[in-house]
């Protein structure tokens, strides 16, 4: 009986930890990738960057508890298409983001002495990607 709490007070600890770490390295890229300054360069809301530091907090809180607990929210199918509207927006922003960060690529290959096949390397990760997505929703896997 006592090694069960302490099991429960170890693995407790190392689930915080872990995602006080993802947390911080998902802000650090949102950082890094100038997202949200970006956003308030677009819209001219510099004066409003708490609210922007509170919507993130609250979008972070809300989709933990909507993942991790299976929340079911007694709304109708509008919240659905208001959510992936700004879902999309937000996806939209990193991708854009990122596509001035693949100029990165070049710089790499030079470096590293790679003269041929970068459209293939780009080719392949992204065939990987796309193949362990369709190989993660073919398994179910996360589904329990």
């Known amino acids: ?13 190392i689930g915080f930890s872990s ?13 890094g990738l100038g997202i949200i300054t970006r956003y308030i360069g677009i ?3 510099a004066k409003r960057i708490f609210c922007y530091e509170d919507a993130i907090l609250l979008g972070a809180v809300a989709g933990t508890l909507l993942t991790v607990y299976e929340l079911r ?3 109708g199918a509008w919240i659905l298409g208001l959510g992936g509207l700004f879902i999309g927006i937000f996806v939209g922003g990193w991708i854009l983001a990122l596509a001035e960060v693949v100029n990165v690529f ?3 290959c ?3 002495g790679i003269t041929k096949g970068l459209s293939w390397i780009v080719i392949t990760m992204a065939a990987g990607k796309v193949s362990g997505s369709l190989l993660g929703f073919y398994m179910r896997w996360g589904k329990g």
Do not use: E, N, S
């Open 1 to 13: 009986m006592g090694h069960t709490w302490m099991a429960q007070a170890l693995i407790t600890l």
């Open 19 to 31: 995602g006080f770490i993802v947390a911080g390295g998902v802000v650090a890229l949102m950082v």
């Open 43 to 45: 819209t001219r809301t």
């Open 73 to 75: 929210l007694p709304f």
């Open 106 to 108: 070049p710089v790499y």
């Open 110 to 112: 030079r470096r590293l």
